[in-house]
Each structure stands twice: as structure tokens, then as C-alpha cells.
């Protein structure tokens, strides 16, 4: 594979922009390849999975195309494919292209989530046929520079003038952010002014149910920053923030799109189930922690190499039921200590203390509490709270004479001398 060039030119007009080596990155722009349907020379991206759909824009296509229809070429200019069945898009300056014979390329993988405004700023790869300037007449070479989104008018987003910018025969070409596996594109050029403005792209969210509905089988993983698919708990959706008890049932939901390859869900606790094609896929959680849920597809590319691609965005916090068991411990005090493991789902312990009258003792909210009491029978109760519901539990316990201190009953004197076995007990 040649080396890249920086794909565009300048603000200055017709000064050719400065090469770069490109060479550890080309291999992930293998799709773009150039349009040529009779009219302006163009870019477009291999996005069928199956090889056999090109994504262009509209304006690239004239009215009547040519006789000999459209010809899209890969890089390595061997690889040439004709077409005389297109179909623009009733909106949107964009194109499907149906080859008449599959593109033996790996397919780009298009990002149906949304171009944000936390996005203005973000780096994209702008990868065309372009002139490198205005008048150059080196077009029908791939090349590619990065530049920034600048803004984001309706269905639209704008790069930057001062880095690369699209020239005649980049039209049609795709804009790409970097995801973990490769490249996905978010955009599809729409103008090429190279470097007097501001180079508009149609954003792909809009139109990827499109290019569904056309028989394209779009490859959208991985999916690095797209919600591509979501899980329910019984209280709505999973975000990591609202907790589920363990045992819960949850179901997770696949993207709209059609799989490229065999889904499978991965749900981060040691356990995997292939994924419902048509529905959803219910799991439960068989004990407590915070859990990253994936799906995997294992895709086989146009050549013949397996891949398998995962993404996970969704986090399951589980938590325990609540327990509120405990155990009494009889010396000085009565100790009310809890059974059940503490964890980071608890949000309240609290303790009552009544009488067989029921008559209120005594109360505390420590995790282990310490109660004084005199002789006599005790209801001792402890309520528990965690995120996921509240638990209590009641035991009576008989305090005898010698049990604990009975320290209201004596008088000044005798409350001194009673303390100091204990004092000195504590100190040593």
C-alpha cells in the first residue's frame, strides 16, 4: 500500500500541501475508493458489508449517468467495479451505489450515533481523490489529512478552513473519528471548497435507516461512543446509576440494524448467550457488583478473515437483597451486631430497643450498636435500608442481673465504685 498524503488544500488557494506519511494509518481507509459516473470525478465509501454498496453524494451522479454507468475503482487501480443501479436520497446529498459485483474490500464501518455539540473540536479524518490544491490536476491519487468539526447546522456538520480541507474530486468523501478497532465514519462530504470555506458533510444518524431500507447491510461495530443497543431493569433503563437486586431480571435489546455477523451478549460476569434476533434477551445477575454488558459480533470479512468486534457501554450495578440480621453478644453491654457483609449498596442501620410494653428504650444508628439496659426482657429491632428496599428484623433478649451494668439504679457513691472494675478493665 502507498503512502498517504495530506488529502487537501490549504487557505492559501493553490498551494500544494505539504506531504505526510500516512503509511501506519492507510490500511484503515482500504474503503474509500473513487466514483466516476460520467459527471465530476468523486469519492465514495465502500459501507456494504457484503461488498456491493457505495456511499457517495447525490451531486456526484449526474441526471442521465453515463452509458457506461458508474465506475468505482479501489486505490491499488485493479480493483474497478461497474454499476448502472443507484438511488439518491430524497433529502439528503447523498447516494447508494449497487455494483454489479462485489468489491472484494473490508467494508467501513458506519457510526449510526449522533454528531453531538460536545463534538465541536473533535479531530476527523478527511480521506478523498482530491486535487492537493486548487488547479493541481494530481487528482485520482487516495489521500487523507485530518481537520476539526466546527459547527453543526441541521443534519449537517462544518470543518475548520485553517487544516485540511476537500478539493475538486474529494466530493462524496467520508469523514472518520478514530474508534479502538479502526475507523468509523460520522459523515459524508458535501462540498469541496478548498480552503475558500467551510466543507460541509451530511451526517450519517439521519441516514443509516435509509441505506437499510436500500438492502445495504451497514457494519456498525464497533460502536465505541454509540448507544447501539440497550438493557432494562425492572425500573427502567440500566445506566450504572439506578441499582438492581441481585437475582433481577433484566432484558437487553439488539440494534434495529441487521447483524453483519452472529451476535452474541457478553454479560460481564463470566457468562455469554447468544443474542435474540428479533427480541430481547432477559438475564439475571447471581450475585452482587457492578457488571460491563457487551455485544460481540463475529463478522467474516469479504476476504475471508473471522473478526469479532465488541462493544459495551451498558453497566449493571447490582446489589444484595437487604438483610438486617444479627446476633446478640451479652458482657458490659448488650452488643447488637449484624450478620450480613456491609456493602457499598447499604445506605442505613438503625437499631430500636422496647420493652415488652413496648415502650421505647433506646436507639442507635451505628452499623454495631452497644446498649446499657437494666434486668428485663428486650424487643431489640434492626432495620436495614439499601438502594434496592428495606429489611427489618426483631429478636427479644432476656438481660439478667449480672448481664450489664445497672447503672441508673445506684446512687453517686456507688456509681464511682461500680465504674472502676470496669475502667480498669477497658484500660488494659
Same mark, same amino acid.
Given at each position: 500500500?502507498?503512502?498517504?498524503? &495530506?488529502? !487537501?488544500?490549504? &487557505?492559501? %488557494?493553490?498551494?500544494?500541501? &505539504?506531504?505526510?506519511?500516512? $503509511?501506519?494509518?492507510? =490500511?484503515?481507509? !482500504?474503503?474509500?475508493?473513487?466514483?466516476?459516473? *460520467? *459527471?465530476?470525478?468523486?469519492?465514495?465509501?465502500l459501507v456494504d458489508a457484503l461488498g456491493r454498496g457505495v456511499l457517495t453524494a447525490?451531486?456526484?451522479?449526474? =441526471? %442521465?449517468?453515463?452509458?457506461?454507468?458508474?465506475?468505482?475503482? $479501489?486505490?491499488?487501480?485493479?480493483?474497478?467495479?461497474?454499476s448502472l443501479r443507484y438511488i439518491r436520497h430524497h433529502e439528503a446529498d447523498i447516494a447508494i451505489i449497487h455494483l454489479d459485483a462485489v468489491l472484494d474490500l473490508p467494508a467501513m464501518i458506519v457510526s449510526p450515533g449522533p454528531v453531538q455539540y460536545a463534538d465541536v473540536g473533535k479531530?476527523?479524518?478527511?480521506? *478523498?481523490?482530491?486535487?492537493?490544491?486548487? #488547479?493541481?490536476?494530481?487528482?485520482?491519487?487516495?489521500?487523507?489529512?485530518?481537520s476539526t468539526i466546527a459547527s453543526l447546522p441541521a443534519d449537517q456538520f462544518t470543518t475548520t478552513t485553517g487544516e485540511s480541507t476537500l478539493c475538486a474530486g474529494d466530493l462524496g468523501a467520508p469523514a472518520l473519528e478514530r474508534a479502538s478497532l479502526g475507523f468509523v465514519q460520522v459523515g459524508v462530504a458535501s462540498s469541496a471548497r478548498c480552503g475558500v470555506g467551510q466543507d460541509s458533510f451530511v451526517r450519517l444518524e439521519a441516514v443509516v435507516p435509509w441505506l437499510q431500507a436500500q438492502g445495504v447491510r451497514v457494519s456498525t461495530s464497533p460502536l465505541d461512543s454509540v448507544a447501539s443497543y440497550r438493557c432494562d431493569g425492572p425500573d427502567g433503563p440500566l445506566d450504572g446509576l439506578q441499582p438492581i437486586a441481585v437475582g433481577a431480571e433484566i432484558a437487553c435489546l439488539p440494534p434495529t440494524w441487521p447483524a453483519v455477523g452472529e451476535r452474541t451478549w457478553d454479560w460481564g460476569d463470566g457468562r455469554q448467550t447468544p443474542a435474540e434476533e428479533d427480541g430481547a434477551t432477559t438475564h439475571a445477575f447471581e450475585a452482587a457488583g457492578t457488571y460491563e454488558i457487551g455485544l460481540c459480533e463475529d463478522v467474516v470479512l469479504p476476504d475471508g478473515d473471522p473478526v469479532s468486534r465488541c462493544t459495551g457501554h451498558v453497566q449493571a450495578w447490582v446489589c444484595p437483597e437487604p438483610d438486617a440480621s444479627f446476633?446478640? =453478644? @451479652?458482657?458490659?453491654?448488650?452488643?447488637?451486631?449484624?450478620?450480613?457483609?456491609?456493602?457499598?449498596?447499604?445506605?442505613?442501620?438503625?437499631?430500636?430497643?422496647? #420493652?415488652?410494653? %413496648?415502650?421505647?428504650?433506646?436507639?442507635?444508628?451505628n452499623r454495631t450498636a452497644r446498649f446499657d439496659?437494666?434486668?428485663?426482657?428486650? #424487643?431489640?429491632?434492626?432495620?436495614?435500608?439499601?438502594?434496592? *428496599?428495606?429489611?427489618?428484623?426483631? @429478636?427479644?433478649? #432476656?438481660v439478667a442481673e449480672s448481664g450489664c451494668s445497672t447503672l441508673s439504679a445506684r446512687s453517686g457513691a456507688g456509681l464511682l465504685l461500680s465504674l472502676l472494675p470496669l475502667l480498669w478493665r477497658r484500660r488494659r
Amino acid at each position: 500500500m502507498r503512502a498517504a498524503i &495530506l488529502a !487537501t488544500c490549504l &487557505l492559501t %488557494g493553490s498551494t500544494p500541501a &505539504l506531504a505526510v506519511s500516512g $503509511a501506519l494509518e492507510d =490500511e484503515g481507509f !482500504t474503503a474509500v475508493v473513487a466514483v466516476d459516473a *460520467g *459527471g465530476p470525478e468523486c469519492t465514495g465509501t465502500l459501507v456494504d458489508a457484503l461488498g456491493r454498496g457505495v456511499l457517495t453524494a447525490s451531486s456526484c451522479i449526474p =441526471e %442521465g449517468v453515463a452509458p457506461d454507468g458508474v465506475v468505482v475503482t $479501489a486505490d491499488d487501480g485493479t480493483s474497478s467495479v461497474r454499476s448502472l443501479r443507484y438511488i439518491r436520497h430524497h433529502e439528503a446529498d447523498i447516494a447508494i451505489i449497487h455494483l454489479d459485483a462485489v468489491l472484494d474490500l473490508p467494508a467501513m464501518i458506519v457510526s449510526p450515533g449522533p454528531v453531538q455539540y460536545a463534538d465541536v473540536g473533535k479531530t476527523v479524518h478527511l480521506v *478523498g481523490f482530491g486535487e492537493s490544491a486548487a #488547479d493541481a490536476g494530481d487528482g485520482g491519487v487516495r489521500r487523507w489529512g485530518t481537520s476539526t468539526i466546527a459547527s453543526l447546522p441541521a443534519d449537517q456538520f462544518t470543518t475548520t478552513t485553517g487544516e485540511s480541507t476537500l478539493c475538486a474530486g474529494d466530493l462524496g468523501a467520508p469523514a472518520l473519528e478514530r474508534a479502538s478497532l479502526g475507523f468509523v465514519q460520522v459523515g459524508v462530504a458535501s462540498s469541496a471548497r478548498c480552503g475558500v470555506g467551510q466543507d460541509s458533510f451530511v451526517r450519517l444518524e439521519a441516514v443509516v435507516p435509509w441505506l437499510q431500507a436500500q438492502g445495504v447491510r451497514v457494519s456498525t461495530s464497533p460502536l465505541d461512543s454509540v448507544a447501539s443497543y440497550r438493557c432494562d431493569g425492572p425500573d427502567g433503563p440500566l445506566d450504572g446509576l439506578q441499582p438492581i437486586a441481585v437475582g433481577a431480571e433484566i432484558a437487553c435489546l439488539p440494534p434495529t440494524w441487521p447483524a453483519v455477523g452472529e451476535r452474541t451478549w457478553d454479560w460481564g460476569d463470566g457468562r455469554q448467550t447468544p443474542a435474540e434476533e428479533d427480541g430481547a434477551t432477559t438475564h439475571a445477575f447471581e450475585a452482587a457488583g457492578t457488571y460491563e454488558i457487551g455485544l460481540c459480533e463475529d463478522v467474516v470479512l469479504p476476504d475471508g478473515d473471522p473478526v469479532s468486534r465488541c462493544t459495551g457501554h451498558v453497566q449493571a450495578w447490582v446489589c444484595p437483597e437487604p438483610d438486617a440480621s444479627f446476633r446478640i =453478644e @451479652q458482657g458490659d453491654t448488650v452488643t447488637a451486631r449484624p450478620t450480613a457483609a456491609g456493602s457499598s449498596c447499604d445506605t442505613a442501620d438503625y437499631w430500636i430497643v422496647r #420493652d415488652l410494653q %413496648g415502650t421505647f428504650v433506646a436507639s442507635s444508628r451505628n452499623r454495631t450498636a452497644r446498649f446499657d439496659l437494666d434486668a428485663g426482657t428486650y #424487643d431489640i429491632e434492626h432495620r436495614v435500608r439499601t438502594y434496592v *428496599g428495606p429489611a427489618g428484623v426483631t @429478636q427479644t433478649v #432476656d438481660v439478667a442481673e449480672s448481664g450489664c451494668s445497672t447503672l441508673s439504679a445506684r446512687s453517686g457513691a456507688g456509681l464511682l465504685l461500680s465504674l472502676l472494675p470496669l475502667l480498669w478493665r477497658r484500660r488494659r
